[in-house]
T-cell receptor
């Protein structure tokens, strides 16, 4: 079963704009990760945030974690056409050994 | 290439046939995972190996599915008596050099796309 519920399901923005994607989870988690997937390809890891962290940065990416709301957000600043892809949040639930993925946000960046 | 490789990339089979997929993880990784992904959905966990031991299986993994990881290196996923509902992308991932949880990033292969006709 999939835990993460992502919103929006689809997002279309202009190049240079910022993108925001959110993911809600239900159970106790060890860490949360974001992955990117280009059409028909494998997933590529973007960033990991542990349950005791509140914010992480990696290049143009920023992730925030609100454990009281059980919500994680991914921010992409100054988006580029090459950022067009599907983005998945994934949780490592406490006691589990494998990630549980959300249904994804499909991001389209218009040049 | 030191990434995760999967073979074949595409497989078309007739309903009722058996198929086998192979995954070669990153060599130093002891953890290996199989996921299944259908169009427009996120990957769904199927099974997990730590070294050669299969430690977790999803309820999605019916008795027609079997996975092995002999010697703790490559892994195979076999589907017997395929059904049209088995059509999906089958993804393999590996991670970590220690511990038994996915507490570090996972590296995914490009997947095997199965079409059952």
């Amino acid at each position: 079963s999939q835990q993460g519920e992502e919103d929006p399901q689809a997002l279309s923005i202009q190049e240079g704009e910022n993108a925001t994607m959110n993911c809600s989870y239900k159970t106790s988690i060890n860490n949360l990760q974001w992955y990117r997937q280009n059409s028909g390809r494998g997933l590529v890891h973007l960033i990991l945030i542990r349950s005791n962290e509140r914010e992480k940065h990696s290049g143009r990416l920023r992730v925030t974690l609100d454990t009281s709301k059980k919500r994680i957000s991914l921010f992409i600043t100054a988006s580029r056409a090459a950022d067009t892809a599907s983005y998945f949040c994934a949780t490592l639930d406490t006691g589990r050994r494998a990630l549980t993925f959300g249904s994804g946000t499909r991001l389209q960046v218009q040049p | 290439d030191t990434g995760v490789s999967q073979d074949p990339r595409h497989k078309i089979t007739k309903r009722g046939q058996n198929v086998t997929f192979r995954c070669d993880p990153i060599s130093e990784h002891n953890r290996l995972y199989w996921y299944r992904q259908t169009l427009g959905q996120g990957p769904e966990f199927l099974t997990y190996f730590q070294n050669e031991a299969q430690l977790e299986k999803s309820r999605l993994l019916s008795d027609r599915f079997s996975a092995e990881r002999p010697k703790g290196s490559f892994s195979t996923l076999e589907i017997q008596r395929t059904e049209q509902g088995d059509s999906a992308m089958y993804l393999c991932a590996s991670s970590g050099t220690g511990g038994n949880t996915m507490n570090t990033e996972a590296f995914f292969g490009q997947g095997t796309r199965l079409t059952v006709v």
